[in-house]
């Protein structure tokens, strides 16, 4: 700062950088404090739960109001939500791998051969970005339920091991967030292939690779950060879905677990917060445990 | 390994709205079996475009291009049987050495792996990186990078290796020792190379026969000496060479060529070489101008001068002069004298011009008459 000697500080900095950590500690609590807030209440005993002070541990008979520590809606939440974290699990693995997978081949195919029209052909890619989800929930419904028939083509297919008849739904929603995911999976590979050396896809032409080869065994390997950044976008993006659930399951027991967190906890006799916290945190809980897994080569992609 | 040829080759680039580039216009060469030759010329002349139309990274235009008997116009880079480095070494990060190595033979063979592992300790035992075969090639200095591009070329023995200035990226030192030792190995394996490059030292020093491009237009192909001492035009005589040949403008009045600040006479034996033409360029290499002291020789040939700047170069001083009766903004010309004379910013002194080292060139640049090499020996030893 203003020629203040190695070391020492003047009182206006020392005034900045208080001001500076007040700041910021007040932004950690303003974000912080509802996630916190959810957890307390999450392990309050619904019974004893008063809504005066949510943020506070229940610490009944210590504070009075506070309610008593119970687990119970972690388990209410848990099997309230199980089948729908199933289906989300079914839907949301496959999506995210065959989002990402196609669009970094798009982007191969758009960046590293050579071929006519290509920009004409990664204009469409890059118009699919903003196409709304809007626009397209009636013609969602009309395809996968007038247009195609997968729900008797896949009659068939309900014997199979593990596989159910409600399935079909599942299979639908997994083709919409793919085709859906892949232009702006294609728009991420494709910034990351623009910068691959062009002469090291030339040297391996040269020493021999075919097309899909060079993909294979050049291009995917070195694309490893990339794919973190997708699927992390791709994962939260799926999972946290709730208009494309609606418009194509609509309901019954292929229901994803955005769709069930809707109802859960809400009667007529009034909302139990508990569980609804309990329920919210689960729900949220898998695109964190990605994050995680992800995390480092995430770090290495988006700053690549 | 197989003869490489060019017949005619062009390549014409659309950049847009129907403007066409052509950088690479009508080239012909023969490069033999076994044969250096060394592709050279100023950036944008066409030198890379043509390796990597033989390489089968651009398509050719028009004409052909053949290797042995094979027309390779269309044959797809894989099929070429053609090995490159690059400038950049252009080696793959995710790979170690081996698997940098081995790429180019489980691609284009169908050897037996243990056969492929064999091949590729050799060829690393022969460039001296064995003990690097495990290490990736962020793990390399760009010394050692390079010693891996370059294995990675020989260790699949193809017909033809192709260079786009493999050395440019190195230190002065290690690429004088790399450039002895690419000679050395070209030597023993007997591949027809060609190698692109700006460097003229590279390409005085290394090739068989160069090949000297300017605008898409070959100049001039010959070995380096043929090209040093005998080229063909204007722009040969001044790329080739270092520091470059001067060139004077100058108007013919009968047997005298008259300059800005000096007068040459016409030898009775030039004469007919120069023919009709009026307006000529006369060019002398630096170190073929004689420097005496201020109250030196006294002939036709003889000019006084003005020292302008020294460079000393440690085995040579080139010495810039301006004639002594010339504006002080022309340009100087340069003189190449030994390193152990001495020469001070402003002295007089007298320049001459031998006749026998005089090129000139015709108002297209064409020379019409080289400087004559009976002074000159073993140029063909």
Redesign the interface.
């Known amino acids: 700062m203003s020629g203040v000697p190695a070391g020492g500080r003047s009182p206006l900095d020392r005034v900045k950088r208080v001001a500076l950590y007040a700041v910021l500690l007040v932004m950690a609590a303003f974000y912080l404090i509802p996630i916190e807030t959810g957890l307390m209440t999450s392990i309050t005993d619904p019974a004893t739960y008063t809504g005066q002070s949510p943020f506070l541990p229940p610490m009944e008979p210590l504070v009075e109001g506070s309610g008593r520590l119970s687990l119970q809606p972690w388990g209410n939440a848990l099997a309230g939500l199980a089948s729908g974290l199933v289906n989300s699990v079914i839907l949301v693995v496959p999506a995210t791998v065959f989002s990402g997978l196609l669009g970094s081949m798009a982007a191969y195919g758009l960046t590293s051969v050579d071929w006519r029209g290509q920009v004409g052909v990664y204009a469409l890619f890059i118009a699919g970005i903003f196409i709304p989800y809007q626009a397209v929930l009636v013609p969602l419904t009309q395809f996968w339920y007038n247009v195609v028939p997968l729900r008797t083509l896949w009659v068939p297919l309900a014997n199979l091991p593990l596989v159910a008849e409600h399935h079909w739904k599942l299979v639908a929603l997994i083709v919409t967030h793919t085709a859906y995911g892949v232009p702006i999976c294609t728009l991420l590979f494709r910034a990351h292939y623009k910068k691959l050396p062009g002469e090291m896809i030339e040297a391996a032409r040269l020493d021999g690779a075919s097309v899909s080869t060079i993909y294979r065994r050049i291009v995917l390997p070195l694309s490893v950060p990339m794919f973190a950044v997708v699927f992390i976008y791709q994962f939260t993006q799926v999972w946290n879905d709730l208009l494309f659930a609606l418009t194509i399951i609509q309901f019954g027991d292929a229901s994803v677990v955005t769709q069930e967190l809707v109802g859960i906890g809400v009667s007529q006799s009034g909302t139990n917060f508990p569980l609804r916290m309990a329920a919210a945190l689960l729900a949220a809980l898998p695109t964190l445990v990605v994050y995680v897994l992800f995390g480092d080569k995430f770090a290495e992609g988006v700053t690549a | 390994m197989a003869q490489l040829t060019l017949e005619e080759v062009t390549k014409v680039f659309n950049a847009g709205d129907s403007e066409e580039i052509v950088a690479v216009d009508g080239v012909d060469m023969e490069i033999e079996d076994g044969e250096f030759l060394v592709l050279v010329g100023p950036s944008g002349c066409g030198k890379s475009t043509t390796l990597r139309m033989i390489?089968?990274?651009e398509t050719v235009t028009s004409g052909e291009i053949r290797l042995g008997s094979r027309r390779i116009n269309d044959t797809?880079?894989?099929?070429?049987n053609?090995?490159?480095v690059?400038?950049?070494y252009?080696?793959?990060?995710?790979m170690t050495v081996r698997g940098n190595m081995r790429?180019?033979l489980e691609?284009?063979?169908d050897m037996a792996d243990d056969a492929i592992e064999a091949t590729v300790e050799e060829t690393a035992t022969m460039m001296g990186i064995e003990d690097l075969l495990d290490r990736k090639p962020s793990e390399l200095s760009g010394g050692q990078q390079q010693r891996v591009a370059l294995g990675?070329a020989i260790v699949?023995d193809p017909e033809a290796f192709l260079m786009d200035e493999p050395l440019s990226n190195l230190d002065a030192k290690l690429r004088a020792t790399m450039r002895t030792e690419l000679q050395r190995l070209q030597n023993e394996l007997g591949v027809t190379t060609v190698y692109v490059t700006h460097d003229q030292t590279e390409a005085m020093t290394m090739g068989d026969r160069i090949a000297v491009l300017n605008g898409g237009v070959l100049q001039q192909v010959g070995t380096p000496l043929e090209c040093y001492h005998t080229p063909n035009n204007r722009f040969v005589a001044g790329f080739i060479g270092e520091p470059s040949m001067n060139f004077f403008d100058v108007t013919r009045d009968d047997d005298t060529l008259e300059g800005d600040a000096f007068a040459y006479p016409l030898s009775a034996e030039t004469r007919p070489a120069v023919g009709d033409a009026t307006t000529l360029t006369l060019g002398v290499r630096p170190e073929d101008i004689e420097l005496a002291a201020d109250d030196g020789p006294d002939t036709a040939h003889s000019f006084d001068c003005v020292v302008d700047v020294v460079e000393p170069v440690g085995e040579s001083n080139n010495v810039y002069l301006r004639f002594a009766g010339a504006a002080e903004d022309s340009n100087p010309f340069i003189v190449r004298i030994s390193g152990t004379r001495n020469v001070a910013v402003g002295d007089r002194v007298t320049a001459t011009i031998p006749p026998a080292s005089v090129h000139l060139f015709g108002p297209d640049g064409r020379a019409l008459k080289n400087r004559s090499l009976d002074d000159v020996d073993g140029v063909s030893p």
């Open positions: 390489a089968g990274l797809p880079p894989a099929d070429r053609i090995a490159m690059f400038q950049s252009a080696l793959y990060p995710h790429f180019g691609e284009s063979t990675r699949r």
